[in-house]
């Protein structure tokens, strides 16, 4: 079984930058896609950015410039690194994976991420 660890959340002024991260162990399949969806106070769920094994990326309008992805397949492990943070962007931060031959969708149990001064 596939479990997600997330780190790095925090609190940050408007601005700042924070890295995130998020690392599968367990009885691990292929993983395809690794990515973080986000979830604001009384919003829906979004896509915040994916990445392919092969590197492939893909992001949410609203951060595109200034939210980077990467992975280390070696290490099981997707990074996101935030730059010029906005109030905005205040959500609990979900890390998932797509793994396996049927293609299993793996939730991280969320890190909360806040912009305010």
């Known amino acids: 079984q596939v479990q997600l660890v997330e780190s790095g959340g925090g609190l940050v002024q408007p601005g700042g930058s924070l890295r995130v991260a998020c690392a599968a162990s367990?009885?691990?399949?292929?993983?395809?896609?690794m990515g973080w969806h986000r979830q604001a106070p009384g919003a829906q769920r979004e896509l915040v950015a994916d990445i392919a094994r092969d590197g492939n990326t893909n992001y949410a309008d609203s951060v595109k410039g200034r939210f980077t992805i990467s992975r280390d397949n070696a290490k099981n492990t997707v990074y996101l690194q935030m730059n010029n943070l906005k109030p905005e962007d205040t959500a609990v931060y979900y890390c998932?994976?797509?793994?396996?031959?049927?293609?299993?969708?793996?939730w991280g149990q969320g890190t909360q991420v806040t912009v305010s001064s």
């Open positions: 998932y994976v797509v793994a396996g031959r049927e293609l299993n969708v793996i």
């Open positions: 367990g009885s691990i399949a292929r993983i395809h896609v």
